[in-house]
């Protein structure tokens, strides 16, 4: 039982290039998440899923898409990558929406040069 | 103003103290609190839900007071191994969403 994996784990991209973040999870939850938490900042939420083929804009989408083709997965996507999204990425998954426990992956650390 | 704010310290204890966190919430409407542990270059994992009447799990304690707004996180008999930044979390004030603190870091030491 891995719970959440996240991939990759380290990143370091150019202004402009594209990548996504995979996130999966073993647990049958229906309900995940992402966040991004940078320096001085409490985690924030970039997008959320409540269910395969449903996802719905957090508090800093913009910049940001993403897709739940399978239950299990959740992608995080950057189309063009610009330096201000240079942040530690971490995916939750959650068997209630928000006020179940959440639980973390790894986290992905992301340099944007 | 912060939806949540927390003193990110660092608290350094010796092993054995007692320490206590507070974390205080803007929103009256504000409907369930947590609290997070996260080691250092980890992600956060549940350490306790905070119920209105206040709650214990072994070490630990978790109070919330609605009149002054603020939760607050009690370790007693602090261990090495409590080292790590306690995140306070709020879920409803804000709307559907949980809003995360930025986290008190523990330094607890021999």
């Known amino acids: 039982n891995a719970g959440v994996t996240q991939t990759p784990k380290f990143r370091v991209l150019k202004t402009g290039q594209s990548m996504t973040l995979l996130c999966a999870q073993d647990?049958?939850?229906?309900?995940m998440y992402w966040y991004r938490q940078d320096p001085g900042m409490g985690l924030r939420l970039i997008h959320y899923?409540?269910?395969?083929?449903?996802?719905a804009k957090g508090e800093v989408p913009d910049g940001y898409n993403v897709s739940r083709l399978k239950k299990q997965n959740f992608l995080l996507g950057l189309e063009s990558a610009a330096p201000s999204q240079t942040s530690v990425y971490f995916c939750?998954?959650?068997?209630?929406?928000?006020?179940?426990?959440?639980?973390f992956g790894p986290g992905t650390r992301l340099t944007v040069l | 103003r912060k939806e949540v704010e927390q003193d990110p310290g660092p608290f350094n204890v010796p092993e054995g103290a007692t320490v206590a966190f507070n974390c205080t919430y803007s929103?009256?409407?504000?409907?369930?609190f947590f609290w997070y542990r996260q080691d250092c270059r980890k992600e956060p994992k549940l350490l306790m839900s905070?119920?209105?009447s206040g709650n214990e799990d072994g070490r630990f304690t978790a109070q919330l007071n609605r009149a002054s707004q603020y939760i607050s996180l009690l370790i007693r008999d602090s261990k090495l191994s409590d080292s790590a930044t306690y995140l306070c979390?709020?879920?409803?004030?804000?709307?559907?969403?949980?809003?995360f603190g930025t986290g008190t870091q523990l330094k607890v030491e021999l």
């Open positions: 939750a998954s959650s068997s209630g929406l928000f006020r179940d426990e959440q639980f």
């Open positions: 647990m049958n939850h229906e309900y």
């Open positions: 899923s409540v269910g395969e083929g449903t996802t």
């Open positions: 929103n009256s409407a504000s409907q369930s």
């Open positions: 905070v119920y209105s």
């Open positions: 979390v709020e879920f409803g004030g804000g709307g559907n969403k949980l809003t």
